[in-house]
């Protein structure tokens, strides 16, 4: 399938898409809450310097959050919709 049919299939509103990124990104908060917390914890305390002293900890903070948050989870999560919403209006037809 090419490029542009995917992007037909996995079309969706604009509000559609805003809701899926905000769902996305919060099951990501949720997933890497330990790499949060131990940023946090570092970053207490500190103003400008938490840029170098917690370096480690950011970046495994964002190495865990891409994991969840990126164009192919999105993508995913867009084909999941279309189906629910595909399923919904077959039901609806059929009642």
Known sequence: MGYIQDARENHVKKKVEEALRSKMKQKALKECDRYTAKYAECAS??????????????????????????DSILEEMKKEYMLKQAEGSNRTQTA
Do not use: M
């Not at 103003?47 to 948050?69: P, Y």
């Open 45 to 70: 305390g500190k103003t400008l310097s938490v840029v170098w002293r917690c370096r480690q900890q950011a970046k495994e903070l964002n190495d865990c959050l891409h994991q969840f948050t990126n």
